[in-house]
């Protein structure tokens, strides 16, 4: 028994395999069944650190997107309208990574579908109803630079879809529910396997009318896997995905500013990749293209295309010894109408390569040090760098501690570009533009005391410098883009998962940030997430929980010395859903209540824009 812990305790701290797809796909980073709020915390062989959110923890949290599936995840701050559907990508429905993420427009995060970019290009930040939580198998947060991993950006959310298992044969799951606002949600996932040949669907469809006049939403995604393994080494897959959504703004409750305005997103998504996997090497090549549209009314309409490939390759080189090596090659175009607006081709080149050795020190400990460096070379904006450097010391008693420094790069995209079209006296200055700089230092430990309960611990430094600005005479000579400015953000974060006695499991996370710059949007001094679940025969309740600190809320724009005064309080809020299995409704067949912001309490993200009171949901599973 005590040598199960321990083999687990450093297969948790450091798995073979620093891949973006099996650092914590293959290796679960806890043992806790069913954990509240997330699934765990892992730290590569870089590193580096990232959260899990599963599909389970999106079930408990009855989540329908993306900022209510990471809306307790210690690190993340939300923001948000609407009960469904996100107007636009900025306080209208956002995610923020440790105070990450609030340019605009630009965004210094991005999100990712199994690895391929799927953004907003055309204004280079994320659009949440693009991105579903259904049909997905989890969801993982990367919490700084990570260059071996993702390049372009300064943080990452991953969304990795459900595949089909091993076993022939045909499962699947259906969710309905309905409740408070008129919403209503439906949710379909089915996958099966015959053969060599394996396949999934994934179908959503929510819509609300919202808490207040003009809040309404609706949401409809369809996505589609197909592989094929062709070889027991080699494999081949095709991700089809079509999102189709419209939310409204409710305007501020106040002065009825933007009152009924709307936003409507679509987006198309096609990936093939082909990937080996043999005894001391494997690999994947993706191609991918996705295209996409957001529509605001009245205002622009902005229609983005996005093209390229990932290859990366990880080779066992020697005993202990790990090389990875890979190239990414991103494509960006787009038009905004009626300004008259169409690009021109933006192509980011970023080859990379990483190394780590992982040597025993006697008596149980390991130690495993890596460095690594991203290069790019962009189409229109120059050269740049990302190195990384990195080291994990393991114990047997369960310990593993972890040090990482990393540069993030993050280039201006299409909407430096629009910019200067909506602004002409700017002309191309912003082809002048260098990269925004990051540097990264984080140190943390993770600690499994017993089989349930693990303690992460992380303290991180960040300083952003040549953060893309434009400016006017008298700042500058003439009208012009520049890279400009920095500011630090420090922070810390602290994670318990335990698992108690008679069904029950529990989740606490504090967060806190202090940055130079006090007018840092979306970035709360503190903020406590908990979470709570508890099984007992037939009932299943899941509890979750958040206090935050005021904050700063609305975009950084990018006009130099702009300044942002818009604040909103703190909050606490609670939701509770609670499940009574149904076996003639499938293994996993319940039915259930889902109660949000049960103290009945008064929040916002906005100023003016007040979110919903206590409401309800009630609804059944199905599972074949």
């Known amino acids: 028994m005590r040598h199960s812990r321990v083999a ?18 293959t290796l679960s980073p806890v043992t806790i069944t069913a954990s509240p709020v997330i699934e765990g915390n892992s730290t590569d062989t870089f590193g580096s650190f990232r959260t899990a959110v599963t599909a389970q ?23 948000r309208f609407n009960p469904v559907g996100s107007f636009g990508g900025e306080e209208g429905g956002a995610v923020y990574i440790r105070g990450m993420g609030s340019s605009r427009p630009g965004s210094e995060i991005k999100t990712y579908i199994d690895g391929t970019p799927f953004y907003m290009a055309v204004w280079s930040h994320p659009l949440l109803d693009l991105l579903p939580v259904n049909g997905m198998q989890r969801m993982e947060v990367l919490k700084g630079p990570q260059p071996q991993a993702f390049g372009n950006t300064f943080g990452a959310i991953n969304l990795v879809p459900k595949k089909a298992g091993k076993v022939e044969g045909v499962t699947g799951d259906v969710q309905v529910s309905s409740g408070s606002f008129g919403t209503v949600v439906e949710q379909l996932d089915v996958s099966g396997r015959s053969g060599d040949l394996d396949y ?27 592989g094929y393994q062709f070889t027991p080494q080699w494999n081949a897959s095709v991700l089809l995905l079509r999102a189709d959504n419209t939310a409204s703004d409710p305007g501020n409750a106040v002065t009825k500013a933007a009152k009924g305005d709307q936003y409507n997103t679509r987006g198309n998504l096609a990936t093939v990749t082909l990937a080996h996997d043999h005894d001391w090497v494997k690999g994947a090549f993706n191609a991918y293209q996705n ?3 957001a529509e605001q009314i009245p205002g622009l309409v902005s229609r983005f295309n996005m093209s390229g490939i990932r290859w990366r390759e990880e080779v066992k080189a020697w005993t202990g010894g790990m090389v990875i090596a890979g190239v990414d090659v991103d494509n960006l175009s787009g038009d905004v109408s009626p300004v008259g607006f169409k690009s021109s081709t933006l192509t980011l080149t970023a080859p990379y390569l990483a190394v780590s050795h992982t040597a025993s020190l006697g008596k149980g400990w390991s130690l495993t040090p890596s460095a690594g460096v991203r290069s790019y070379k962009h189409s229109d904006l120059g050269a740049s760098s990302a190195p990384h450097a990195g080291v994990v010391l393991t114990s047997a008693e369960q ?11 993050n280039y201006p995209g299409l909407d430096a570009a629009v910019l200067s079209h909506l602004i002409p006296p700017l002309g191309s200055t912003w082809k002048s533009l260098g990269a925004e700089k990051m540097d990264h230092k984080e140190i943390g430990l993770s600690w499994f005391p017993r089989p349930g309960t693990s303690l992460d611990v992380s303290v991180f430094s960040d300083r952003v410098t040549d953060r893309y600005v434009f400016a006017f005479p008298p700042a500058v000579s003439f009208p012009t883009f520049v890279n400009l400015g920095s500011y630090d953000l420090d922070g810390s974060e602290i994670s318990l998962q335990h698992r108690l006695g008679a069904g029950w499991s529990v989740f606490a996370g504090f967060t806190n940030l202090r940055s130079s710059k006090a007018d840092l949007p979306y970035a709360p001094n503190s903020s406590v997430s908990l979470g709570a679940n508890w099984q007992g025969g037939p009932w299943r309740l899941s509890l979750d929980a958040q206090n935050q600190s005021s904050m700063v809320v609305l975009g950084q724009a990018r006009a130099n010395g702009a300044p942002n005064l818009t604040q909103v309080s703190g909050f606490t809020t609670a939701n509770l859903r609670a499940a009574y299995s149904v076996p003639a409704l499938g293994r996993r067949g319940e039915v259930f209540i889902a109660a949000e912001n049960i103290t009945d309490q008064q929040y916002e993200f906005r100023a003016g824009y007040p979110m919903p009171g206590r409401s309800a949901q009630v609804g059944l599973h199905a599972s074949f």
């Not at 923890?57 to 997107?65: G, K």
């Not at 994934?202 to 589609?224: C, E, I, P, T």
């Not at 310990?399 to 790069?409: E, F, Q």
Request: glycine fraction near 8%; hydrophobic fraction near 50%; aromatic fraction near 4%.
């Open 57 to 79: 923890q999106i079930q408990d949290l009855n989540a329908v997107d993306l900022a209510s599936a990471l809306r307790r995840t210690p690190g993340v701050t939300i923001s």
């Open 291 to 293: 295209s996409g549209a």
């Open 399 to 409: 310990l593993a501690l972890r040090a990482n420094v990393s540069k993030g790069v």
């Open 200 to 226: 999934s669907l994934a179908q959503g469809y929510a819509k609300s009318d919202g808490h207040r006049a003009d809040a309404s939403g609706k949401l409809a995604n369809l996505m589609v896997r197909m």
């Open 8 to 25: 687990l305790a450093v297969a948790m701290a450091f798995p073979l395999s620093a891949s973006v797809w099996a650092q914590t796909s």
